[in-house]
Nanobody, 118 residues
Framework: QVQVVESGGGLVQPGGSLRLSCSAS????????MAWHRQVPGKERVLVAS???????TYADYVKGRFSILRGNSENTVLLQMDSLNPEDTAVYYC????????????WGQGTQVTVSS
């Protein structure tokens, strides 16, 4: 089993910044990718950004130029740097770890709330 833990959410004013952190641990074969998704009540969980084992990065259009996904200093850790936040970014942010280059088993974290409000 793989455990995924997020941290770093909170309340921030419009135009502000937050950095989320995600760490995967446990019986990991080899992580294929890690990603951030977000979800608001009544809507589907959607991709924010992802990075795979080759370092290839994907961003959702609505965060390009404002958010950055990067590897943390520790193994199997990713960060999400969020700048120029606006109220529409308010959501629960979930980290996803995809384990195994062939099996691609998905593990989710418990989520961290990000609220952008004045």
């Amino acid at each position: 089993q793989v455990q995924v833990v997020e941290s770093g959410g909170g309340l921030v004013q419009p135009g502000g910044s937050l950095r989320l952190s995600c760490s995967a641990s446990g019986t990991i074969r080899r992580l294929y990718a890690m990603a951030w998704h977000r979800q608001v009540p009544g809507k589907e969980r959607v991709l924010v950004a992802s990075i795979n084992n080759k370092g290839e990065i994907t961003y959702a259009d609505y965060v390009k130029g404002r958010f950055s996904i990067l590897r943390g200093n520790s193994e199997n850790t990713v960060l999400l740097q969020m700048d120029s936040l606006n109220p529409e970014d308010t959501a629960v942010y979930y980290c996803k770890a995809v384990d195994g280059l062939e099996t691609k088993t998905i593990y989710w974290g418990q989520g961290t709330q990000v609220t952008v409000s004045s």
